[in-house]
């Protein structure tokens, strides 16, 4: 079973730029579409972007969508999100999460992740 240990996020201000990392243990990534999810506070987790396993095809949310860029590196089992122009409503907790290629797509719901990182915040000043 995949582990996903999450690194990166901290403080910036509007404007700025932030890359998070997500690192897989016990298992090899490329068995897995990855995703990246957000939750602020008050909020349900919503769906940020996400990569087919085979790194070929990315999918972004409206809001993000020119400014981050999802990637991964399968020879290093890490997937990345380069998150750029940050703004304050980008603040909240920063999730990666993996779902088996068994399905033929990653998902834009939380829900058919089997596996999550342990969150980092994201944290963007006016």
């Known amino acids: 079973q995949v582990q996903l240990v999450m690194s990166g996020g901290g403080l910036v201000q509007a404007g700025g730029s932030l890359r998070l990392s997500c690192a897989a243990s016990?298992?090899?990534?490329?068995?897995?579409?990855m995703a990246w999810f957000r939750q602020a506070p008050g909020k349900e987790r919503e769906f940020v972007a996400a990569?087919?396993?085979?790194?070929?095809?990315?999918y972004y949310e409206d809001s993000v969508e020119g400014r981050f860029t999802c990637s991964r590196d399968n020879a290093e089992n890490t997937v990345y999100l380069q998150m750029n122009a940050l703004k304050p409503e980008d603040t909240a907790v920063y999730y990666c999460a993996a779902r088996t290629i068994l399905a033929t797509m990653p998902s834009h719901s939380a829900w058919e992740y089997d596996h999550w990182g342990q969150g980092t915040q994201v944290t963007v000043s006016a």
């Open positions: 016990e298992a090899s990534l490329s068995q897995y579409h």
């Open positions: 990569t087919r396993w085979t790194g070929g095809n990315s």
